[in-house]
């Protein structure tokens, strides 16, 4: 059973403070020039003397990129200067529960496979992540349509809930134990009353995204792996990719999309390899010596990217690899939006069959 605590804003903020002195620490801040009907939030350092702001819904960009760079050296060569990797403590404030499960599927591919990524595993081992319920949800949230609520249950280190002024702050982990055991000597208990209305403002606010998401007849979880499937001959991926520009803005806002490409270079004399992100919507994804590209038209490269998320991982991990965060939607300059396409390819099977 986890622990669960109530505390005052003033007390949750000294703990952050004193927290943040031994840790770097980032935190939730208003993206400018965002209308006020719906505001975006960035990562930002919590320094000393910020205000802390509660994030309502989920952060701008995915928890990913605390976990692995969108560039970053991993190797020297004949080098007399070994790396310095730093494994000082970050602490993450703000994520919602969509990028909490995220990292079921970051963690799969760099702590599961035949080898183990160091780099990720050293800073997995050093991240705290202070998650949040959702209070609100933006326009493209589709978490409860894949059957994840917008409060994390399992994953998180520690997570805070606004209630009456304050905030119930859980412990999810070891991590999060600790971190109360150094800076939290003057937390109390939460009694049943304030358990209570926690689950009460989390069920009103679930009530509220099933109707948002009723009239847009997303596909259910279950029917995903099939769609995929069944749905590979279909025109919908020609149809959809005609917005298509390229640019994988998809991709690397993705919470769960881990591609990456490993380059060499020469630097002062030293041979060093380098590692970056990669889209597999990026032309050049799948080519591979000689020319050879088994992907070579967007068409391709957009079905590839759907047969990932919705076939590959449900036989390897038992869940497709989409949050239902909605990033995607948002940043895609093309409007393809993630749930027109599965629409579509429901609508078109069931006209088959």
């Given at each position: 059973?986890?622990?669960?605590?109530?505390?005052?804003k003033?007390?949750?903020?000294?703990?952050?403070?004193?927290?943040?002195k031994?840790?770097?620490?980032?935190?939730?801040?208003?993206?400018?020039?965002?209308?006020?009907?719906?505001?975006?939030?960035?990562?930002?350092?919590?320094?000393?003397?910020?205000?802390?702001?509660?994030?309502?819904?989920?952060?701008?960009?995915?928890?990913?990129?605390?976990?692995?760079?969108?560039?970053?050296?991993?190797?020297?060569?004949?080098?007399?200067?070994?790396?310095?990797?730093?494994?000082?403590?970050?602490?993450?404030?703000?994520?919602?529960?969509?990028?909490?499960?995220?990292?079921?599927?970051?963690?799969?591919?760099?702590?599961?496979?035949?080898?183990?990524?160091?780099?990720?595993?050293?800073?997995?081992?050093?991240?705290?992540?202070?998650?949040?319920?959702?209070?609100a949800?933006?326009?493209?949230?589709?978490?409860?349509?894949?059957?994840i609520?917008?409060?994390?249950?399992?994953?998180?280190?520690?997570?805070?809930?606004?209630?009456?002024?304050?905030?119930?702050?859980e412990?999810?982990?070891?991590?999060?134990?600790?971190l109360?055991?150094?800076?939290?000597?003057?937390?109390?208990?939460?009694?049943?009353?304030?358990?209570?209305?926690?689950?009460?403002?989390?069920?009103?606010?679930?009530?509220?995204?099933?109707?948002?998401?009723?009239?847009?007849?997303?596909?259910?979880p279950?029917?995903?792996?099939?769609?995929a499937?069944?749905?590979?001959?279909?025109?919908?991926?020609?149809?959809?990719?005609?917005?298509?520009?390229?640019?994988?803005?998809?991709?690397?806002?993705c919470?769960?999309?881990?591609?990456?490409?490993?380059?060499?270079?020469?630097?002062?004399?030293i041979?060093?390899?380098?590692?970056?992100?990669?889209?597999?919507?990026?032309?050049?994804?799948?080519?591979?010596?000689?020319?050879?590209?088994?992907?070579?038209?967007?068409?391709?490269?957009?079905?590839?990217?759907?047969?990932?998320?919705?076939?590959?991982?449900?036989?390897?991990?038992?869940?497709?690899?989409?949050?239902?965060?909605?990033?995607?939607?948002?940043?895609?300059?093309?409007?393809?939006?993630?749930?027109?396409?599965?629409?579509?390819?429901?609508?078109?099977?069931?006209?088959?069959?």
């Amino acid at each position: 059973m986890h622990k669960i605590f109530y505390l005052e804003k003033s007390r949750l903020f000294s703990f952050l403070e004193d927290a943040r002195k031994e840790n770097r620490m980032f935190y939730p801040v208003i993206k400018e020039g965002v209308p006020d009907k719906e505001k975006d939030y960035l990562y930002a350092d919590f320094l000393p003397g910020s205000d802390f702001i509660f994030n309502p819904y989920r952060m701008v960009e995915p928890v990913k990129a605390f976990l692995t760079y969108s560039l970053e050296k991993v190797a020297s060569y004949f080098g007399k200067d070994k790396e310095v990797i730093d494994t000082g403590k970050t602490i993450v404030l703000g994520a919602k529960n969509c990028d909490i499960t995220s990292l079921k599927i970051q963690d799969f591919v760099f702590l599961e496979g035949v080898e183990t990524d160091s780099l990720y595993r050293i800073k997995r081992e050093n991240t705290i992540f202070i998650s949040g319920d959702c209070t609100a949800f933006k326009e493209t949230c589709f978490c409860a349509a894949l059957n994840i609520m917008p409060y994390p249950e399992l994953g998180f280190d520690l997570n805070m809930s606004p209630l009456n002024g304050g905030y119930i702050l859980e412990i999810g982990s070891d991590k999060g134990s600790e971190l109360v055991k150094q800076f939290g000597a003057n937390f109390k208990e939460a009694d049943d009353s304030q358990i209570s209305l926690r689950k009460k403002n989390r069920d009103d606010l679930v009530k509220k995204i099933e109707k948002h998401l009723l009239p847009q007849n997303i596909p259910v979880p279950g029917s995903l792996q099939k769609l995929a499937r069944e749905g590979y001959n279909l025109d919908t991926w020609k149809q959809f990719m005609l917005t298509c520009v390229e640019c994988g803005g998809c991709n690397l806002v993705c919470n769960t999309c881990h591609c990456f490409l490993l380059a060499d270079a020469k630097e002062s004399g030293i041979n060093s390899k380098t590692k970056f992100w990669d889209s597999c919507q990026y032309t050049n994804f799948s080519r591979v010596a000689g020319g050879a590209n088994p992907l070579k038209t967007r068409t391709q490269r957009l079905r590839n990217r759907f047969l990932k998320k919705f076939d590959f991982f449900v036989d390897n991990l038992k869940m497709p690899a989409c949050c239902g965060c909605g990033r995607c939607i948002e940043v895609c300059p093309g409007k393809i939006d993630i749930r027109e396409v599965l629409k579509d390819l429901a609508s078109k099977l069931s006209v088959v069959k």
